[in-house]
T-cell receptor, first 113, second 112 residues
Framework: KQEVTQIPAALSVPEGENLVLNCSFT??????LQWFRQDPGKGLTSLLL?????REQTSGRLNASLDKSSGRSTLYIAASQPGDSATYLC????????????FGKGITLSVRP | DGGITQSPKYLFRKEGQNVTLSCEQN?????MYWYRQDPGQGLRLIYY???????QKGDIAEGYSVSREKKESFPLTVTSAQKNPTAFYLC???????????FGSGTRLTVV
């Protein structure tokens, strides 16, 4: 069974800092990996999708990397801002007929002004 | 604008009642999903549907039912058999299981 782990559960950084959020998964047979953002009481917003054949994706100040062989992904946030404060979730879709999106528990990020 | 609409935003259920959560999308996506989110537990899959008139159980389907009579709609019924229904429910859709997922804004269900 695929398990997705995100450690630590919470992170607090000062504004302007570059930071890395980590995600690990147990089964390397994945179709893709997706990073989401969730604000309190809200739905999820897709940030970046990395297909299994890709190594990274970039959008603005965000860069996500994927290393299937080691079962790891990182989300890099450059020059963090208070508006980046949210919970960041990593999710993978494994290969197979009944593949579905499996989530980690998320990392709650607080960026201090 | 295309997107997913979940309603209502807040829902209160009395003991023994069935309630239905609405999920509608105008993205022309084939696949739709229902997730439950509890504090500290992450998102868990309840049911999913890859095409109209077909759906499969997810990891925690007991006490829930769904239908997929139209491509745009995937309602979730929380039955009285679900003993701990208080949670945040999220609906999502995608072109296929391998593509980008789009989520709705969620329904918060509380048992009173």
């Amino acid at each position: 069974k695929q398990e997705v782990t995100q450690i630590p559960a919470a992170l607090s950084v000062p504004e302007g800092e570059n930071l890395v959020l980590n995600c690990s998964f147990t089964d390397s047979a994945i179709y893709n990996l997706q990073w989401f953002r969730q604000d309190p009481g809200k739905g999820l917003t897709s940030l970046l999708l990395i297909q299994s054949s890709q190594r990274e994706q970039t959008s603005g100040r965000l860069n996500a990397s994927l290393d299937k062989s080691s079962g790891r992904s990182t989300l890099y946030i450059a020059a963090s801002q208070p508006g980046d404060s949210a919970t960041y979730l990593c999710a993978v879709v494994i290969t197979g007929a009944n593949s579905k999106l499996t989530f980690g528990k998320g990392i709650t990020l607080s960026v201090r002004p | 604008d295309g997107g997913i609409t979940q309603s209502p935003k807040y829902l209160f259920r009395k003991e023994g009642q069935n309630v239905t959560l609405s999920c509608e999308q105008n993205l022309n996506h084939d696949a739709m999903y229902w997730y439950r989110q509890d504090p500290g537990q992450g998102l868990r899959l309840i049911y999913y549907s890859q095409i109209v008139n077909d759906f499969q159980k997810g990891d925690i389907a007991e006490g829930y039912s769904v239908s997929r009579e139209k491509k745009e709609s995937f309602p979730l019924t929380v039955t009285s058999a679900q003993k701990n229904p208080t949670a945040f429910y999220l609906c999502a859709s995608s072109i296929s299981r391998d593509d980008d997922y789009t989520f709705g804004s969620g329904t918060r269900l509380t048992v009173v």
